[in-house]
């Protein structure tokens, strides 16, 4: 039986006033259904901002939730990006970039988000945050990369396992149905990728991060719009729009992170008109779930360096 893992499951790791703070809601934009969950302030005070949070390839929603249960003084608005999570996938639309910045300017007019709120995206969410960003100057005050994409994927040490990851979305998507979904969801590729990104040694928390992966990472709609969403993570990076990025940006990155290494962090914190990064020691590309603290001391200090 497969184990579906909620909050519930692991309470010492929420807040009891996380699910107090909880609203989901849908919203249609162009024929796509997209599902959203909002996080009201605890209690609303003069530091108070809207943030909008886009995660990461193959996840949803649940995988900021630590960050969020960080910032009880903020509202944060957590869309299940359009073929992920509880959201459709979209309607006659490619899951590209582009696709996906078309949706964050559909998202922000659909809820009336204006120019005072804070974006903030977690690696692929890095990607399309920083080019809707590039897209449309004004449009948000301030915006907050954790574990940013710096550098193509199928560049430099990373390009081989890049190509193979490649070959296996390709591959998933050539075979029938019923393999290649299986395939596309396997809880062994699941787990050795989990096993591979999570760095830290505590055992209760490996085991909450690889049993959300195992619980959200095969939450997607059909093979044909991953595997467009996979090469549009792969085929991006931050630092091609980076000198378009004029508003303030806080880059949060993790000392060990293999996906988007710390030397690469500093190439792109040189090409940032108004940059900052903050590192976390002993953390890879999973700072959302293994040191959601650190990330949230940082996401305030600068918002309160930055008021809007």
Not at 118 to 125: C, I, K, N, P, Q
Not at 163 to 170: D, H, R, S
Not at 221 to 230: C, I
Not at 232 to 244: H, I
């Amino acid at each position: 039986m497969e184990h579906v893992a909620t909050e519930s499951s692991f309470t010492p790791l929420f807040s009891a006033g996380l699910e107090t703070r909880t609203r989901s809601s849908l919203v249609d934009l162009g024929g796509t259904r997209v599902a959203y969950w909002s996080f009201e302030p605890v209690k609303v005070s003069p530091a108070t901002r809207t943030i909008l949070v886009i995660h990461g390839f193959r996840g949803d929603h649940h995988g900021l939730l630590r960050v969020a249960d960080q910032l009880p003084g903020m509202r944060l608005i957590m869309p299940d990006l359009p073929g992920f999570g509880s959201s459709a996938a979209f309607a006659g639309t490619e899951h590209s970039v582009e696709g996906y910045v078309r949706f964050v300017r559909d998202f922000l007019a659909a809820l009336d988000l204006g120019p005072d709120t804070v974006l903030l995206g977690h690696s692929f969410g890095s990607i399309v945050a920083s080019h809707f960003v590039a897209d449309h100057p004004g449009a948000v005050a301030e915006l907050i990369l954790i574990n940013p994409i710096a550098s193509p994927a199928l560049a430099g040490p990373k390009g081989v396992m890049t190509k193979l990851a490649v070959l296996y979305y390709e591959a998933a998507a050539r075979l029938p149905r019923r393999p290649g979904q299986a395939l596309l969801r396997s809880q062994l590729i699941v787990r050795l990728m989990s096993e591979t990104m999570a760095k830290t040694r505590d055992k209760g928390l490996r085991r909450f991060i690889h049993a959300q992966h195992s619980s959200y990472f095969s939450a997607f709609a059909d093979r044909d719009s991953l595997l467009e969403a996979f090469k549009a993570s792969v085929g991006g990076t931050v630092s091609g729009v980076a000198r378009r990025l004029t508003l303030p940006v806080l880059l949060i990155a993790g000392e060990k992170d293999e996906i988007a290494s710390l030397p690469d962090q500093h190439k792109l914190l040189a090409l940032l008109p108004d940059g900052r990064l903050d590192v976390i020691p002993g953390v890879g590309h999973l700072i959302h779930y293994e040191t959601p603290e650190a990330a949230a001391g940082f996401i305030l200090r600068f918002l309160k360096d930055h008021t809007a």
